[in-house]
């Protein structure tokens, strides 16, 4: 059966470095093409967690050798991950249809994402972004009107908020685009955060949870199947424990009470886990998979993976 299906892939699974991500572009680019074959509607978007430290730290690297080298805000920083990811990720898709001699269209949006000016995330930012410093004050100087904290003992760093995405702008067009059975690469990095100020849009430095806004995506472009791909075949819990627990079917309600348990860790499975909750709640028709990469075509099947239902 055909389904309309929005894929969250990390930016891990992309490498480090641009030859990295060339190469290994290439397994995503093969499963979406295999679905896209199998008559699926296919909409992905990708991490950049990497890509765009890559880019933030050269810039702040090139302004200590040369002090004349500007520093490039966050936002910009991350409007450069997003070409740059979406470029290696365009190419790739579209040599893998053209070997499978399928006609399609395969289209990229950069991606701006409607923020709340007043979310609560502005006023406690926690991601830390670009290099270590040494000392506060060293941060401080190379991070002007930025906030500076201690990251682990391992030295003082920027950090920037996470705030909740709420729209994108050219909703409309994407959800165009996408119904009009184009494949459609959208929401890198979960896009650039953006606020309405007296009417115009700005882009601030911030850092959007790319599941979320692919959450949400889903929701706007009316998916009936989300997607969260990982290094893991499913979600556990009691992780790493002799009583260790692969979970292949679950409903929102069972989810939300491993969440009170805190089964789940913070920085890796919990938002992954809260963004497929959010999709399934917006329609109790929704399914959310958590599945492995290389196994994305069985989990949609439903033979692999962790399924989300409502309930």
Known sequence: ??????????????????????????????????????????????????????????????????????????????????GY?????????TNELRKKKIEKDVLYFLT????????????????????FYKTLEEAELANPNSTIKEDAGRGFRKVVPSPLPLDFIGMKTIRKTFDA??????????GIPTIDEKGQ????????????????LATKVEANLFVILTAVEHVCVNFGKPNQKALKEVTVSELEQYIKEEQFAPGSMLPKVKAAIAFVNENPKNVAVIADLNKVSQAIEGKSGTRIIKG
């Open 1 to 82: 059966m055909m389904s309309k299906i929005v894929i969250a892939l990390g930016g891990n699974a992309l490498g480090n470095n641009p030859e990295e991500q060339k190469e290994l572009v290439k397994l995503p680019a093969k499963k979406i093409a295999d679905l896209v074959k199998e008559g699926h509607q296919v909409l992905v978007g990708h991490g950049n967690g990497p890509q765009v430290g890559m880019i933030f730290n050269a810039f702040a690297d090139a302004k200590k050798v040369n002090e004349k080298t500007p520093l490039v805000p966050f936002a910009e920083a991350g409007g450069m991950s997003q």
């Open 85 to 93: 990811i979406g470029y290696h990720m365009l190419t790739a898709i």
């Open 112 to 131: 701006q994402t409607i923020v709340d000016a007043k979310d609560k995330a502005f006023k406690n930012p926690t991601k830390p972004v670009g290099p």
């Open 181 to 190: 059975d184009n494949v459609v690469i959208v929401g890198g990095g979960g």
């Open 201 to 216: 849009y700005k882009g601030v430095d911030g850092v959007i949870d790319k599941d979320f806004a692919l959450s949400k």
